[in-house]
């Protein structure tokens, strides 16, 4: 395929068989908000309402009304997740749960800040989208509650014993580091710099191990690595999506040198994350080569191989190196055979290390409308860009 | 094989290949207590000490000395265990922690009550083999602390919001029914039999739901089956385990038709969680076919197949049922060829689906020198038993 059949491929199998499938089967028409939990055909097996999901469907459909095409209809299904969210989705703090009943009521409390983070961002495109400055607010109210309680996010429930061995995890800094220009229209110039400044140290200077050239999940506080279970772990998939992140902010700053890094750490993740045996990318590895505590660290999930051809592509867009592309192409090729459902449409969230269906859901308490679509959107985007450079 | 030849296999795999397996690695003469993370070949891969295992280890060897051979080694390593744990395994409430740092600082606060739960175990195996009253006391301490927290086992760090959907969980109930035997020297005659009771009827008439004929590892507070996630989750390992459990109980009360009925339940749980494609059991099923939400869920675990060999093996010295015999036959040979490990000794933990092995570890976060040896002493025990009954 050339660089304009890939392109098709990818916006047409968005409009056409991805969007469709949760247009179809995901509105609660009764109660409000979003099924997520739809069997490979698109039946409701579960009707609980996970937060991180309902706002990434809300963020999706308005990020793609603001970016692609001010559709109406796409604006519709944003504003019906939005409502049942604003209904029902927070404590008396603002605090955001975890999770619902179809009907709305709590089910499991704001026991992390995740929650929090998509609630942020799907506000903030929502806002742009509709103009309605309460959405605005309500993003931009989240975004500093989060980073109020960056520093004991799980707050009583944090599990590990105060002092012994005072830790700190990947997954916020990563997060701020997009979520930070997902607000940037409704934040304080002063403010934006600070989390980007923050954020890129954290991922860059901290996370990322140069000694391994990895990315680990667990630091210890004062930023050095910890021979532990969980200071060991490292998720390929986390590495990938956190270096485009990167990637966006080093292209957004005239960063060059930022850009060629996180094309080489890149690399480093494709190398120790990818299966020789099998093809695809682990979930989980030890950095030491020791067991991991993770059953399902073999297995192949769908969003870890996204997030590693944005990698690539946006690396190629941004720097035209070559192995960029020889690696979007041998991922392109794994992804697209193994995760696209050719009968029923949207795609397989879970597979076995040997590539065969682990799962058959199309969305449940975890995958929902969000990488997929996100995924062939930026994948469109950063396609043309590349066709364009290549002009 | 006939029974005597099997007989033979498990007392001699238990004594020259597991025990020596944890004799040999797991002591930490430095600092007390045991390493469970052990390699394929017994290599120390991390520190860290899981009040589980700690306390599991003690109660194995102390269980030894009491029912195989009075042993001054294994008593000696069992109290080795004991002195760490009464150093540093407890905060000043007496409840247990779930980990510790080598040193036996501690990691990880008492989140869930099954710390306790084997900690009472261990001490009261303990105090029977060593005569110390001391052990005693505190197993006994330990399971009144628990039946004190058995309504709210997780305390503040419980995340589900209260009132929206009132919930119990199976695993308390059925540890209750095996540990209220292990303390039954040590407790009020009145408590045994009351907890005895509970237990049994938590088990047999509310987590097994009779329309399906399965057990299920959560219901609603009122006993009533929910069609949820955690509601529609069956677990066949923690089935067939409790069925042996309940066996037992039900031997020592002379109730043969509640034995009769374990044995019928576990003719079911094998049914509905034998993988008839690959062999083996399932590590969880959706009751009603849906996608479980645990990764996991087609992994073979050792323990799961452990118990269920019990489980028939029990069944067919209680009650003769010939089907439990062909099952334990069919059992036997899946689980000594997957799991055995016939290079380095003991028995691999965790393989996937096809039956390789998934990790090469012999004891990690979850698995140490528990199920194995209880297992092989059970089995040996049992097919004695079988033996005699036949003569």
Redesign the interface.
Known sequence: MNIEEYAFLYKSTLLKNVLPFWENHSLDHKHGGYFTCL?REGKV??T?KFIWLQCRQVWLFSMLYNNMEPRQEWLEIAEHGARFLINNGMDKAGNW??SL?REG?????P?NIFSDCFAAMAFAQLGKASGNEAYSNLAKKTFLNILGRKENPKG??E???PG??PAKGFALPMILSNLVLELEHVLDVSLVNETIAFATKEVMDIFYRKEHGLIVETVAADGSFM???DGRLVNPGHGLESMWFMMDIGRRNGDNKLVEKTVDISFNILDFGWDQKCGGIFYFKDLLG????R?????KLWWVHQEAILAMLKGYAYTGNEKCWEWFRKLHDYTWEHFADKKYGEWFG?L???GGV????KG??WKGCFHTPRFLYQGWNTLNQINKNNK
Chains 1, 2 share one sequence.
């Not at 009521?105 to 409390?109: E, F, H, T």
């Not at 020791?290 to 505590?293: A, E, I």
């Not at 059953?295 to 297995?299: A, E, R």
């Not at 682990?358 to 859901?361: T, W």
Request: a negative charge; aromatic letters at 22%.
């Open positions: 069997d097996y579960d609980d749960y975890f009943t009521k709590p089910l499991v409390q026991y009583k429930y599990k590990s014993f012994t061995r021979d532990t279970f020791n067991p991991p505590d059953l399902d660290w073999d297995q879970y076995n290390r040997q682990l799962l058959p859901l449940g308490k």
